[in-house]
């Protein structure tokens, strides 16, 4: 497998029915949304909303991750798409990186993108060896937007199927959007 720190992209996991409204308006941090599909586990949200998380957009460092594995066995009569976004864009925009799962125990701290590069434990990471819970919680580090990440600045959008390609597809085009359309099974889970 492909080293994760050297990689480009940040992903964010969502149900394809949430699309409509993200192209049309960005990807919000949950405090500001209302009526959208949500597929998170309520307890976690909670202890989220406690931490300010909720203000924040979050993405992971690579697709198939704990999360994704969870969201995807919680909700079998979903489709899931992942929106990515390049890192230096991250980057550039000061978005805040927590290195390992923020409900882990530990005390959370933001740390600015350079920080928060550095101290993500990358060879755990690599192992990707969620039965271990110190790699799974690390394989769950976040990088955080504080603002709305408007769809124009999306670098693509993975389907899983032919199906959620065509629907993506007519979306992009009716939003006049630029990412790439990506149908890969292999970026999901169950599939």
Request: include cysteine; charged fraction near 20%; charge should be negative.
């Amino acid at each position: 497998m492909a080293d994760i720190r050297t990689q480009q992209f940040l992903y964010h996991l969502t149900d394809i029915n949430n699309l409509r409204s993200i192209f049309a308006e960005g990807l919000k941090p949950r405090s500001l949304l209302h009526g959208f599909s949500d597929v998170a586990d309520p307890e976690i949200i909670s202890s989220r909303r406690t931490l300010k998380l909720d203000q924040y957009v979050p993405f992971h460092f690579f697709a198939r991750n704990p999360f994704d594995g969870r969201v995807s066995i919680n909700n079998k009569d979903k489709i899931f798409v992942l929106i990515t976004v390049h890192r230096n864009y991250a980057q550039v925009n000061n978005w805040s990186i927590i290195p390992r799962h923020p409900l882990s125990g530990s005390h959370i701290t933001l740390l600015n993108y350079d920080e928060g590069m550095a101290q993500i434990d990358w060879n755990t990471m690599n192992r990707r060896a969620y039965e271990d819970d110190e790699c799974k919680c690390v394989c769950m580090a976040e990088c955080l937007s504080p603002n709305t990440v408007s769809a124009n600045h999306f670098h693509s959008i993975y389907v899983p199927d032919s199906t959620a390609e065509r629907i993506v597809l007519a979306l992009k085009q009716e939003y006049n959007l630029n990412m790439f359309i990506n149908n890969n099974s292999h970026m999901f889970l169950g599939t």
